[in-house]
């Protein structure tokens, strides 16, 4: 039972190119969300999801898109990427019936 | 949205003695209340939550308490050890469980001082 496993956990980009971050869950919870981290900001929802085949909009959902096309996967896209989005990146899960959410190891994102 | 201000920034004990640090959220609405332990380079890992029903929770060394009136909770650690240097993060969220997600306060850095 692995939980929350993401992947890559480091990747370097250069301004305009795109990549995804994939977010899978083997506890069978519907609810996921991704998140980053950014020094002395404490941690920012991106986007989250509450079931296979729909996404929300979180706090700063600009410049991410993101899918969730299976009930286990959170696929987070960044189109161009940004230098503004250098961070950390946080997936984490939770079931519907109000337990804690579960946090992934995290990606880190330079782009330069 | 749900704002949350989180103090102090940076907080130095004594191995031994008791530490305490003290978040604000703005939603009325909010009613979950987690705190996450996070380690350098780690991830956020659960230390102890609360819900809007509860006024105090307690788990061994750690305890949280709720003021709805004043929407203030706050995080005590007693007996501080070595192990418990970390950076702590209070949230809030409306939704119990943080079904919309969760609004993290800035994160307070804990240092145990031998």
């Known amino acids: 039972n692995a939980g929350v496993t993401q992947t890559p956990k480091f990747r370097v980009l250069k301004t305009g190119q795109s990549m995804t971050l994939l977010c899978a869950q083997d506890?069978?919870?519907?609810?996921m969300y991704w998140y980053r981290q950014d020094p002395g900001m404490g941690l920012r929802l991106i986007h989250y999801?509450?079931?296979?085949?729909?996404?929300a909009k979180g706090e700063v959902p600009d410049g991410y898109n993101v899918s969730r096309l299976k009930k286990q996967n959170f696929l987070l896209g960044l189109e161009s990427a940004a230098p503004s989005q250098t961070s950390v990146y946080f997936c984490?899960?939770?079931?519907?019936?109000?337990?804690?959410?579960?946090f992934g190891d995290g990606t880190r994102l330079s782009i330069l | 949205g749900e704002n949350v201000e989180q103090h102090p920034s940076t907080l130095s004990v004594q191995e031994g003695d008791s530490a305490v640090i003290k978040c604000t959220y703005s939603?009325?609405?909010?009613?979950?209340f987690p705190w996450y332990k996070q380690e350098l380079g780690k991830r956020p890992q659960l230390i102890i939550d609360i819900r809007s029903n509860v006024g105090e929770k307690k788990d061994q060394r750690i305890a949280v308490t709720l003021n709805k009136t004043a929407k203030h909770f706050s995080l005590h650690i007693t007996e501080t050890q070595p192990e418990d240097s970390a950076v702590y993060f209070c949230a809030a969220s409306v939704g119990g469980g943080g079904a919309d997600g969760l609004t993290f306060g800035k994160g307070t850095h804990l240092i145990i001082q031998p």
């Open positions: 506890m069978n919870h519907e609810y």
């Open positions: 939603d009325s609405a909010s009613n979950y």
């Open positions: 984490a899960s939770r079931p519907v019936d109000g337990s804690a959410q579960h």
């Open positions: 999801s509450v079931g296979e085949g729909t996404t």
